[in-house]
């Protein structure tokens, strides 16, 4: 299977990096095969449904790209160079997180999926989250104390959104 780069880009006007023509002003780099460009717009698109997110997402990409479809448009997507083996695409994407300012990446990239918990400035929330991760217990009458009307959904997916929702105040304030 081959895999790509890409981008996700405001409207301003195109940039270049690493080698690349931008869109826009890239906010988030990631890599992956098939149609895993258009799963953080969809993520997106599911948040402003009111539905929740999935386990594994980034909040600062998430809320960014929701501001974004609420304006009424869509982010630029660039795919940057195609043809890739998994390891090319994941030390292509971690070239490119390390050169571009100001990205919503959460890791410095190549490690995909939940890059939350191993965030470098998580410090000791990233152990938190995946010790409650872990767990599978289900109370529903102690969800309903504590995220109203989500007492059909598993204790520990109401804790993980909790854990993510503390990290991400305690890395952006730290």
Request: charged share 20%; proline share 6%.
């Amino acid at each position: 299977m081959k895999y790509y780069v890409y981008a996700y880009n405001d409207y301003t006007l195109p940039e270049q990096h690493g080698g690349y023509q931008f869109s826009g002003r890239p906010f988030y780099v990631g890599y992956g095969s098939l149609s895993r460009f258009l799963f953080h717009l969809n993520e997106a698109r599911k948040v402003l449904a009111g539905k929740p997110p999935t386990r594994l997402y980034n909040p600062h990409k998430t809320r960014k790209i929701c501001k974004m479809l609420e304006s009424g448009i869509e982010p630029r997507i660039d795919i940057l160079k195609t043809g890739l083996t998994k390891d090319q695409a994941k030390l292509e994407e971690k070239r490119l997180i390390a050169i571009i300012p100001n990205l919503t990446n959460i890791a410095n990239g190549g490690e995909g999926g939940d890059t939350l918990s191993k965030h470098p400035r998580a410090g000791n929330w990233g152990d938190t989250f995946k010790i409650i991760k872990a767990k599978t217990i289900h109370y529903s009458a102690a969800l309903a104390q504590i995220i109203p009307n989500q007492s059909s959904i598993p204790l520990f997916m109401n804790l993980e959104k909790l854990i993510k929702l503390l990290a991400v105040k305690h890395l952006t304030t730290s």
